[in-house]
């Protein structure tokens, strides 16, 4: 039987150092600046953390799907917690 793993990719953060990337959308990365919440909907999916803020997550999946490429941007997982903190969200 032939072993399979996931392999993760990771980001060097200026401030977190070697993190593994996440995904949010650019108005969570718009939070990590102002500090303002802006909604946290986020997920694990193939162990990958993501995270939308309230108005990309209010979009019709049709919408969403047209605009990602210009809203999802890689983000470490130090930034992701701290982002998630911003929004009242606490991830172990």
């Not at 990719?9 to 919440?37: P, S, W």
């Not at 049709?62 to 969200?89: M, T, V, Y």
């Amino acid at each position: 039987m032939v072993k399979v793993e996931n392999i993760m990719t990771h980001l060097k953060c200026a401030t977190h150092g070697r993190q593994k990337e996440t995904f949010v959308c650019k108005h969570i990365i718009e939070t990590m600046t102002d500090g303002e919440a802006r909604g946290f909907c986020w997920g694990v999916n193939d162990k990958v953390h993501e995270a939308i803020c309230d108005q990309c997550n209010n979009l019709s999946e049709a919408d969403f799907s047209k605009q990602a490429s210009d809203l999802i941007r890689p983000l470490c997982f130090g930034c992701f917690r701290q982002a998630a903190e911003f929004n009242g969200i606490i991830l172990e």
